[in-house]
């Protein structure tokens, strides 16, 4: 989250869409913490929920794809990653902590933590 003044409940709230992207801190949990609480404006926070639908299908939004992408459909791209923890349950500082140990773009393995069984 680039700009920590981004009034994003506001946003939300006036079904306004918004979209996160990699522009920012290269750790998009990190930036799913930072939404969450928003330090700057602790109003504006949003859920954690909302913030990876900013990421998901905010974003195929923001790009004229939606058709295409964004949400778990069928008929539509699938990327996917399997994370390290439950990013919705995990208290918030940890957030930050989580990494992709399986990663699959276009229907292939593109990273593999060999952590699953």
């Given amino acids: 989250m ?10 939300i709230e006036a ?3 918004i979209a996160f992207g990699s522009d920012g801190p290269m750790n998009p949990f990190l930036n799913i913490m930072m939404a969450s609480i928003h330090p700057a404006r602790p109003t504006e926070a949003i859920t954690r929920e909302q913030a990876v639908e ?3 299908n905010g974003s195929a939004f923001a790009e004229f794809t939606e058709n295409e992408k964004g949400t778990l459909t069928k008929g539509k791209l699938a990327d996917l ?3 390290s923890q439950d990013i919705f349950s995990i208290p918030t500082p940890e957030l930050p902590k989580t ?3 399986l990663t699959i773009v ?6 593999d933590a060999k952590v699953l069984k």
């Fill in 81 to 83: 990653t399997v994370l």
């Fill in 54 to 56: 900013a990421y998901t």
């Fill in 15 to 17: 079904r306004i869409p």
């Fill in 2 to 11: 680039s700009n920590l003044n981004v009034p994003l409940r506001s946003l």
């Fill in 99 to 101: 990494q992709s140990i």
């Fill in 106 to 111: 276009s229907g292939k393995i593109v990273y």
